[in-house]
């Protein structure tokens, strides 16, 4: 049993399981439903935080991981594309193995993709990228945060929020808010029109903490924006041409009018 265990492979997990490789089906049977969505979120976790401090700048804007019988395949979404793929491959290819050393896959059972961010002004992610390095490169606070509010307003958004705290300029730590346009905060719309995103910045200061919320307009297409309507949106139909009604034959009453004059005069 001892050497059975020890030469039994690490294979792929089914399809809506765990991404993580794991031992094999004698040994799975042992994972409760529990250990496994822990293991999903971890896995998830750290793949973000390593695409996230390694794509920064190139735009880097979330991932997507789809489990198959065959294969994983992690989608990575940003706004360059190019720079993310590298020169004829190579970079996507450096990230693959890297991915999969580190996680422990079989050989050619996990693939990486970068997809294209349609529209980057609604990508909280991108604009938080793109408002970290402007710090970074010492552009002052409230010229890089306009700039951001601006281009984010420019593209399309309904409305956008920018929050950044910490050692701004005197020793004492302050937060500064910048906001335009109609923002929501709560229920079930919050969901699919809010984007949010957080990054910290390491001046030399001391630490900056940036929060862009950014609320996107609607889309019946569902491309550069969410196709659920808000729930609270009022439609106004222009009204409808009324046709008057059919008018009868006047009624003859001649004398009347003056009869009753008559009386009132007398």
């Known amino acids: 049993f001892r050497s059975l265990k020890a030469s039994t492979a690490l294979q792929q997990v089914p399809l809506g399981s765990s991404p993580?490789?794991?031992?094999?089906?004698?040994?799975?049977?042992?994972?409760?439903?529990?250990?496994?969505?822990?293991?999903?979120?971890?896995?998830?976790?750290?793949?973000?935080?390593?695409?996230?401090?390694?794509?920064?700048?190139?735009?880097?804007?979330?991932?997507?991981?789809?489990?198959?019988?065959?294969?994983?395949?992690?989608?990575?979404?940003?706004?360059?594309?190019?720079?993310?793929?590298?020169?004829?491959?190579?970079?996507?290819?450096?990230?693959?193995?890297?991915?999969?050393?580190?996680?422990?896959?079989?050989?050619?059972?996990?693939?990486?993709?970068?997809?294209?961010?349609?529209?980057?002004?609604?990508?909280?992610?991108?604009?938080?990228?793109?408002?970290?390095?402007?710090?970074?490169?010492?552009?002052?606070?409230?010229?890089?945060?306009?700039?951001?509010?601006?281009?984010?307003?420019?593209?399309?958004?309904?409305?956008?929020?920018?929050?950044?705290?910490?050692?701004?300029?005197?020793?004492?730590?302050k937060a500064m808010k910048f906001k335009q346009g109609y923002l929501i905060s709560t229920g079930e719309p919050k969901k699919h029109y809010i984007s949010e995103a957080v990054r910290h910045v390491l001046m030399r200061q001391g630490v900056l903490g940036i929060k862009v919320k950014i609320m996107m307009s609607h889309d019946p297409e569902g491309k550069m924006g969410p196709k659920m309507q808000m729930p609270d949106k009022i439609t106004v139909h222009e009204p409808k041409e009324e046709v008057p009604p059919m008018m009868g034959p006047p009624e003859q009453d001649y004398g009347a009018g003056y009869a009753g004059e008559e009386q009132q005069e007398s």
């Open 20 to 173: 993580v490789a794991v031992p094999t089906m004698a040994q799975q049977a042992q994972i409760s439903k529990k250990r496994k969505f822990v293991a999903d979120g971890v896995f998830n976790a750290e793949l973000n935080e390593f695409l996230g401090r390694t794509l920064g700048e190139d735009g880097y804007a979330g991932v997507e991981v789809r489990v198959t019988p065959i294969r994983t395949e992690i989608i990575i979404r940003a706004t360059r594309t190019r720079e993310v793929l590298g020169e004829k491959g190579r970079r996507i290819r450096e990230l693959t193995a890297l991915v999969q050393k580190r996680f422990g896959f079989p050989e050619n059972s996990v693939e990486l993709f970068a997809e294209r961010v349609e529209n980057r002004a609604s990508c909280a992610m991108a604009q938080c990228e793109s408002l970290r390095y402007k710090l970074l490169g010492g552009l002052a606070v409230r010229r890089a945060c306009y700039g951001v509010l601006r281009f984010i307003m420019e593209n399309g958004a309904t409305g956008v929020e920018v929050i950044i705290s910490g050692k701004l300029r005197a020793q004492r730590a």
